[in-house]
């Protein structure tokens, strides 16, 4: 989920369906970690403690019903870079398994991006329903098999896709079948 889902509405209703979520939030973000004694703070702003780095700590979001609390965990990307996530599984109580959780969600991007950029998945102009199916299904067959080929190339998507036509630019460049004088 990316952290735009992160609305309180739309939390709402996830929790209200009975599922789990995992969302990244934006720093700006104001929590409360003390029950209503201190104001809500900016999540970019809190002060961790090392246990609270490994486990989480839990926390009110400023617009969701009063006494909701869910589990924040600072996740460290790199040297210089810290995401915040939240969730409403409060037993949860390790960062390295909100990490995998949430790189779950890299992957759904990823495939995604894929699906869109090289397969022209959102290049379809039909109206009827059927038809729009049938594009969508073409689209994700090719997907699926640009990138079986890419595996087997140990290659990436993208470079499988702009290198079709290399062998032939390059012998064109090289011996042009039309000769423009």
């Not at 939030?25 to 104001?30: A, E, S, V």
């Not at 067959?141 to 595996?151: D, G, I, P, T, Y």
Request: charged share 30%; net charge positive; aromatic share 8%.
């Amino acid at each position: 989920m990316d952290s735009w889902y992160a609305a309180s509405e739309i939390l709402k209703r996830i929790e209200r369906a009975g599922n789990i979520y995992y969302c990244p939030i934006k720093g700006d973000r104001r929590v409360d970690e003390t029950d209503a004694a201190e104001p809500h703070v900016r999540v970019d702003s809190l002060e961790w403690t090392a246990q609270e780095r490994f486990h989480g700590k839990t926390v009110h979001l400023r617009t969701m019903p009063h006494g909701h609390r869910v589990k924040l965990f600072r996740l460290v990307i790199s040297p210089n870079r810290t995401d915040d996530s939240i969730t409403n599984e409060r037993a949860q109580d390790s960062v390295d398994v909100v990490k995998e959780i949430l790189s779950i969600r890299w992957k759904i991007e990823q495939f995604f991006r894929e699906s869109k950029q090289c397969t022209g998945l959102e290049r379809c102009q039909c109206r009827l329903a059927r038809i729009q199916r049938n594009h969508i299904g073409y689209a994700l067959l090719v997907w699926h098999s640009l990138k079986e080929r890419a595996e087997k190339a140990s290659s990436t998507l993208y470079q499988l896709k702009r290198g079709v036509l290399d062998d032939y630019i390059r012998q064109q460049l090289a011996h042009p079948s039309l000769r423009f004088s």
